[in-house]
């Protein structure tokens, strides 16, 4: 019997079919690995002409015009405290739908949207004073790479 559930899982790998979890965006910051539910994503779209608003923290850099809807823009190296860099072709924002609006985080690099079981998840340790703990969901292992996972909607509130 478990054999046959071993290769039922081998065969579900090989064609791509789900067993269960969830669908994830994942993309790259300096050399971090992220990932947030592609559940809340409406679109990727490349860098856009960004009007700033005077008197918001450094990490909101703005909004752009999308097709007609305002949209804020969070800098997720200046959110985390990364280094910063200059914006080039490969920078990216991820337009994110909330309850009420639309808000883009502008990253280095999207990478692939990828299954992530639940029971994979491993917690992240709160440690005093590390920067944004409380926008982490946990992190998981993949393909020798830790990749963070985020709870989009409590980054967006914070």
């Known amino acids: 019997m478990k ?7 081998w065969i579900n790998d090989i064609l791509g079919v789900s067993t269960g979890g969830e669908k994830y965006l ?11 539910s592609i559940l809340k994503v409406k679109e990727i779209i490349g ?5 700033k608003i005077p008197n918001l923290p450094n990490y909101i850099k703005g909004v752009i015009n999308l097709r007609g809807e305002i949209v804020h823009l969070i800098d ?15 920078t990216v924002i991820i337009i994110v739908e909330t309850s009420n609006n639309l808000v883009g985080f502008i990253v280095d690099k999207v990478l692939d949207v990828i299954n992530i079981e639940k029971d994979k998840i491993q917690k992240v340790i709160e440690i005093e004073g590390m920067i944004g703990n409380e926008y ?4 998981i292992k993949e393909l ?9 909607e409590k980054l967006i509130m914070g």
């Open 3 to 9: 054999e046959n559930i071993e290769i039922g899982n």
């Open 26 to 36: 994942t993309f790259q910051v300096l050399d971090e690995y992220y990932a947030i």
């Open 47 to 51: 860098m856009s002409k960004i009007t």
């Open 76 to 90: 997720i190296r200046e959110k985390f405290g990364i280094e910063k860099k200059e914006y080039n072709k490969f």
């Open 136 to 139: 982490l969901k946990g992190m």
């Open 144 to 152: 020798d790479e830790l990749i963070v996972i985020i709870d989009i």
